[in-house]
């Protein structure tokens, strides 16, 4: 049971951190120019800008484990 946890546990991280990314590339550019021209390093604009507009998104990819594990999602 632990190997097929951990396995299972290695196997689905690729899966969220697609989703993750496809969420965090939909914030438009300006948003990102902006914060950089405020004088945002790209660890802050990310942090600062980008997570807190995508934070609903973000969260909602989390079901999408249940999609890797093989539930639908609903």
Do not use: H, N, Y
């Not at 951990?6 to 914030?27: K, N």
């Not at 120019?33 to 934070?55: D, F, I, M, N, Y």
């Amino acid at each position: 049971m632990l190997a097929g946890g951990l396995v299972l546990a290695i196997m689905i991280v690729p899966f969220i951190i697609s989703v993750s990314r496809d969420v965090l590339m939909a914030v438009p550019v300006e948003q990102r120019e902006a914060a950089l021209g405020l004088g945002a390093t790209k660890w802050e604009s990310t942090w600062q800008v980008w997570c807190p507009s995508r934070k609903l998104e973000l969260c909602l990819g989390f079901p999408g484990l249940g999609r890797a594990l093989g539930r639908p999602w609903r």
